[in-house]
């Protein structure tokens, strides 16, 4: 029985599919699991094992839009609204 190169052209039926959550193709068609994020699991698949993985999806890897303004806002108190002494555009009568 062969189980090398004549095996590898019978190949031609995908096991995964991508995933709606991480975008990997990683979905298992028939299981409906993510081998990568766990998907449809609430939690994300994540192990100490895997220390590599987590540090390429951990917080930091990607645009972070709101967390990246949060260290400014607290050096500033976390203020809101226009800043003091705007008053907006003096009529003259």
Do not use: D
Request: proline fraction near 4%; aromatic fraction near 8%; charge should be positive.
């Amino acid at each position: 029985i062969a189980k090398g190169t004549s095996s590898f052209g019978k190949r031609h039926n995908k096991t995964h599919t991508l995933c709606r959550r991480c975008g990997r193709r990683s979905l298992h068609i028939q299981k409906h699991t993510c081998a990568s994020c766990g998907y449809p699991a609430a939690k994300v698949r994540k192990f100490n094992w895997g220390e590599k993985a987590k540090r390429r999806k951990t917080t930091g890897t990607g645009r972070m839009r709101y967390l990246k303004t949060v260290p400014r806002r607290f050096s500033n108190g976390f203020r809101s609204g226009a800043p003091a002494g705007a008053k907006g555009p003096t009529t003259s009568s």
